[in-house]
Nanobody, 119 residues
Framework: QVQLVESGGGLVQPGGSLRLSCAAS????????MGWYRQAPGKQRELVAA????????????NYADSVKGRFTISRDNAKNTVYLQMNSLKPEDTAVYYC????????WGQGTQVTVSS
């Protein structure tokens, strides 16, 4: 059974930081590209960041939504079957439910974790 379990969300003030984690089980983690998506109320789910499976323990290439470039960093630890999203300089418009995905032609999804940026 495939499970993706996100953690690390919460309430943070503008300008603050959060680190999201997604622990995967039931898949050969290193063979999957991993992504972070988010969905704000009334909006479509959008890609935030993705990291390829690559050939190293820390994965392959990365790509980011323009809105988070320079503020968010995606990384993975294949030894721990975990992908991370370091979020710095958070803005109110980053408020959303953040979802982890594992993709290899098809996608598995986590249940999501709420991130709220507010003073």
């Amino acid at each position: 059974q495939v499970q993706l379990v996100e953690s690390g969300g919460g309430l943070v003030q503008p300008g603050g930081s959060l680190r999201l984690s997604c622990a995967a089980s039931g898949i050969i983690f290193s063979s999957y590209a991993m992504g972070w998506y988010r969905q704000a109320p009334g909006k479509q789910r959008e890609l935030v960041a993705a990291i390829g499976s690559g050939g190293s323990t820390s994965g392959g290439s990365t790509n980011y939504a323009d809105s988070v470039k320079g503020r968010f960093t995606i990384s993975r630890d294949n030894a721990k079957n975990t992908v991370y999203l370091q979020m710095n300089s958070l803005k109110p418009e980053d408020t959303a439910v953040y979802y982890c995905s594992a993709e290899r032609g098809w996608a598995y999804w986590g249940q999501g974790t709420q991130v709220t940026v507010s003073s």
